[in-house]
Antibody, heavy 121, light 108 residues
């Protein structure tokens, strides 16, 4: 079945870097745009970044622009998020999601269960 | 940056109709999507393209749009509908996605 599994989260000090991953299975990963979405503890969903199916186009939320880099390796069916200059306000569960197209619209489906990133000294 | 505005909470009794609104300047130009999220679970889309319902979503869920506001309606809300609901759309260019702040639906 279509599945996304994130990994690599953990506790990191402010100002440091961390890379998280998302392993995809059950669909043609190289054909789909992919997103990262985060959710701070007890807060709402926040879109973080998107990468085109071939990796050529990348767009970021203002809150992470210049600090985070989204990338992908289609040969490994894996999506990445390199996070630098981390701040306490970046603490959140980070989930990857496929950009699913159907019936003339596109939405996030499926989602992974997420990986928790905690930025704290 | 572009924002979508939702009420923080909505409360209804079982069997009543729940309505959750979402406002944004680009909504006349960009489709809206509604997600249901229960605690500890991934969001699931319940309405796409403003008014369409995916297969497997109960008929009591419907969507409507008027100008810069879209509305999720749950007719005859049930206890299992209690969850957080998020609208999602894109900015006017269609490039940047955005979520509303979320609405906690209580059915009691």
């Amino acid at each position: 079945q279509v599945q996304l599994v994130e990994s690599g989260g953990g506790v990191v000090q402010p100002g440091r870097s961390l890379r998280i991953s998302c392993a995809a299975s059950g669909f043609n990963f190289s054909s789909d745009n992919m997103h990262w979405v985060r959710q701070a503890p007890g807060k709402g969903l926040e879109w973080v970044a998107v990468i085109s199916h071939d990796g050529r186009y990348k767009y970021y939320a203002d809150s992470v622009k210049g600090r985070f880099i989204i990338s992908r390796d289609n040969s490994k069916n894996t999506l990445y998020l390199q996070m630098s200059s981390l701040r306490p306000e970046d603490t959140a569960v980070y989930s990857c999601a496929r950009d699913y197209w159907s019936d003339g619209g596109n939405w996030f489906d499926p989602w992974g269960q997420g990986t928790l990133v905690t930025v704290s000294s | 940056s572009y924002e979508l505005t939702q009420p923080p909470s909505v409360s209804v009794s079982p069997g009543q109709t729940a309505r959750i609104t979402c406002s944004g300047d680009a909504l006349p130009k960009q489709y809206a999507y509604w997600y249901k999220q229960k605690a500890g679970q991934a969001p699931v889309v319940v309405i796409y393209k403003d008014t369409e319902r995916p297969s497997g979503i109960p008929e009591r869920f419907s969507g409507s749009t008027s100008g810069t506001t879209v509305t999720l309606t749950i007719s005859g809300a049930q206890a299992e509908d209690e969850a957080d609901y998020y609208c999602q759309s894109a900015d006017i260019s269609g490039t940047y996605r955005v979520f509303g702040g979320g609405t906690k639906l209580t059915v009691l």
